[in-house]
């Protein structure tokens, strides 16, 4: 039972980059699955998040509008695309897959990927 990030890097003020997540051995469709971040020194917070069916979204004030999640349950993938990123988007970000039944079906968090903006 695992989920996987991949797809951080150095990009420049004002780029894109897009991160990838993948989940393994349980069923992804059931999971709402959540991007985080924590910069260095600051709380982790709640970037991004899509419902395990139907699709809905949410996401933090200020990524609204340039950061999209998007899920394919078919790939067991969960993808954030990051446009228009600042030096104030530097950070890990997590991957994590949480239902309303977390006894029954426990939280997973990723290990993380390193998005660093600078130029």
Do not use: H
Request: proline share 3%.
């Amino acid at each position: 039972v695992q989920v996987v990030e991949s797809g951080g890097g150095l990009v420049q003020p004002g780029g894109s980059l897009r991160l990838s997540c993948e989940g393994s051995g349980f069923t992804f469709s059931l999971y709402t699955m959540n991007w985080y971040r924590q910069a260095s020194g600051k709380e982790r917070e709640l970037v991004a998040s899509i419902r395990g069916t139907g699709g809905a979204t949410s996401y933090l004030n200020a990524v609204q509008g340039r950061f999209t999640i998007s899920r394919d349950n078919a790939k067991n993938t969960v993808l954030l695309q990051m446009n228009r990123l600042s030096p104030e988007d530097t950070a890990k970000y997590y991957c994590n897959a949480r239902t309303y039944a977390p006894a029954t079906y426990p939280e997973i968090w990723g290990r993380g990927t390193q998005v660093t903006v600078s130029s």
